[in-house]
């Protein structure tokens, strides 16, 4: 069996009026992520994860800003093309580790739906996704509640056959 390890970053903007993404939860704020797609950080930074993880370069060059048929799409359905991607070149996913960080609103209540939402994007199970949430102890930008960031890493495998 062949592993291989991903890492994944994502930053957006908060802006006033904007819907608040995150792993294909809705939050309720006053500010929300601002981007071409739905701007969820934390389906971004999983599949530049996975991407990386697969050397098949980023989630920008897959999906580009510049194309409208991405403009304004669930990110789960971009984590579900990126498993497909996946699958054409062999690998699986082994599990999913991710960090958020932002000031408010607190996510620890909206866990258990990020992970479902997440898992069935995937097709693994809930239990190989961890999601964990951080705040910036009010420094910088995040602290000022003018963006969010997502951290994640992955371990992805593909089993080998022996051909004499």
């Given at each position: 069996m062949k592993i291989r390890v991903g890492?994944?970053?994502d930053v957006h903007q908060l802006k006033?009026?904007?819907?608040?993404?995150?792993?294909?939860?809705?939050?309720?704020?006053a500010s929300g992520a601002y981007g071409h797609s739905d701007a969820?950080?934390?389906v971004h930074a999983i599949c530049?994860?996975?991407?990386?993880?697969?050397?098949?370069?980023?989630i920008g060059y897959h999906f580009p800003n510049t194309d409208?048929?991405?403009?304004?799409?669930?990110?789960?359905?971009l984590l579900q093309e990126c498993?497909?991607?996946?699958?054409?070149?062999?690998?699986?996913?082994?599990n999913i580790d991710a960090m958020i960080c932002l000031e408010a609103p607190k996510l620890n209540p909206h866990v258990p739906a990020m992970k479902q939402n997440i898992a069935k994007a995937a097709g693994i199970d809930e239990d190989d996704i961890s999601i964990k949430a951080t705040t910036n102890e009010k420094m910088g930008f995040i602290g000022r509640e003018?963006?969010?960031?997502?951290?994640a890493v992955c371990l992805i495998q593909?089993?080998?056959t022996n051909a004499y």
């Open positions: 890492f994944g970053f006033e009026g904007h819907p608040f993404i995150m792993g294909g939860v809705k939050l309720e704020h969820d950080v934390l530049d994860a996975l991407l990386g993880a697969a050397n098949l370069r980023d409208d048929r991405w403009k304004g799409i669930s990110s789960l359905i498993i497909s991607l996946l699958a054409q070149k062999g690998w699986t996913v082994g003018e963006g969010v960031v997502a951290y593909k089993t080998l």
